[in-house]
């Protein structure tokens, strides 16, 4: 039986993605201890919170080393995915610089371009592994306020007042900016390929 680890620190969501994986048959350790994250077989670091306060709380655990040299398949979701990336326009945050990009701040261009992007809305040039081409066009849950740019890591894309990177890929860094476990059963699918890999 494969170890699956989620990473707990001071960000929210960490049980809905245990609950994800539940649904999956697959019974993961919520820990900070480092030695049972670099012990696991497949990692993933969930988050909902701010860039600057979840990176100073990362740094003063020792757990940003931690994240930044595994080896095995990580996956971040959500503000995971943006701590990743090199540095946050929220809090003026310098990142994990996994992935070499920077994460903005979503501005409205019109009266309609509500702020956080929350809700469902479509995926788009999926690459493998993490999506398979039947997700093309599928649709998953997003909240979110700061976005990544489209990049050279871009994996699947999505299009709110502009488009953006709804995930990331870079070596064994896998990421997602929507929640794959509020995304029913398009989201379990996207889990399993990541489970598989």
């Known amino acids: 039986m494969?170890?699956?680890a989620i990473i707990k620190y001071n960000a929210g969501n960490i049980f809905s993605v245990d609950s994800a994986l539940k649904r999956l048959g697959i019974e993961a350790t919520v820990t900070d201890d480092k030695n049972l994250i670099q012990q696991a077989d497949k990692v993933i670091f969930p988050g909902v919170g701010e860039a600057s306060t979840t990176m100073k709380y990362l740094n003063e655990s020792g757990l940003s080393d931690v994240i930044k040299?595994?080896?095995?398949p990580v996956l971040?979701?959500?503000?995971g995915m943006q701590l990743m990336c090199r540095h946050s326009e929220e809090g003026n945050a310098n990142c994990l610089n996994i992935f070499d990009v920077d994460v903005k701040r979503f501005v409205s261009q019109k009266h309609e371009d509500k702020i956080p992007h929350?809700?469902?809305?479509?995926?788009?040039?999926?690459?493998?592994?993490?999506?398979?081409?039947s997700l093309e066009n599928e649709?998953?849950?997003?909240?979110?306020?700061f976005y990544v740019p489209l990049n050279e890591y871009t994996v699947a894309t999505t299009d709110y007042i502009l488009p953006f990177s709804a995930s990331l890929h870079k070596d064994n860094f896998y990421a997602t900016q929507f929640h794959p476990e509020k995304s029913g059963s398009v989201g379990e699918r996207i889990l399993t390929n990541f489970l598989k890999l």
């Open 139 to 145: 649709y998953v849950y997003f909240v979110h306020g």
């Open 76 to 79: 971040g979701i959500c503000l």
């Open 69 to 72: 040299n595994l080896e095995q």
């Open 118 to 133: 929350m809700g469902w809305n479509n995926i788009t040039d999926v690459k493998q592994p993490l999506f398979d081409p």
């Open 2 to 4: 494969e170890k699956i």
